[in-house]
């Protein structure tokens, strides 16, 4: 069995107990979104669920919350421009409609 970086399960053909690679695909998708309370609680809850059972996905949302400690002690104190806080705004929302 191959990794990918990108999804912790590689061969949706072998069979799992656990979850499966579209699962992992789904909550990894939405994991900042988590990170920053802005998913409604049915979601969190979903997420916090699979996080439990799928150790590779609590693997990968550890580093996401470990980078954005970092970034935060680091750069906690900088406001972007408004400028720059509406575009990425506009970008997040372009892409949450194509998810």
Same mark, same amino acid.
């Given at each position: 069995?191959?990794?990918?970086? *990108?999804?912790?399960?590689?061969?949706?053909?072998? +069979?799992? *107990?656990?979850?499966?690679?579209?699962?992992?695909?789904?909550?990894?998708?939405?994991?900042?979104?988590? !990170?920053?309370?802005?998913?409604?609680?049915?979601?969190?809850?979903?997420?916090?669920?699979? !996080?439990?059972?799928?150790? +590779?996905? !609590?693997?990968?949302?550890?580093?996401?919350?470990?980078?954005?400690?970092?970034?935060?002690?680091?750069?906690?104190?900088?406001?972007a421009p408004d400028r720059l806080r509406v575009s990425i705004m506009s970008s997040i929302t372009?892409?949450?409609?194509? !998810?």
């Open positions: 069995m191959s990794t990918d970086a *990108s999804t912790p399960f590689v061969d949706a053909d072998e +069979p799992t *107990s656990g979850p499966t690679a579209a699962e992992c695909d789904h909550v990894l998708a939405r994991v900042h979104e988590f !990170l920053d309370h802005e998913v409604d609680t049915a979601t969190g809850d979903e997420i916090r669920a699979h !996080l439990t059972e799928c150790e +590779p996905c !609590l693997d990968r949302f550890d580093v996401e919350q470990a980078v954005k400690s970092l970034v935060k002690r680091c750069c906690g104190g900088d406001k372009v892409t949450r409609r194509s !998810l």
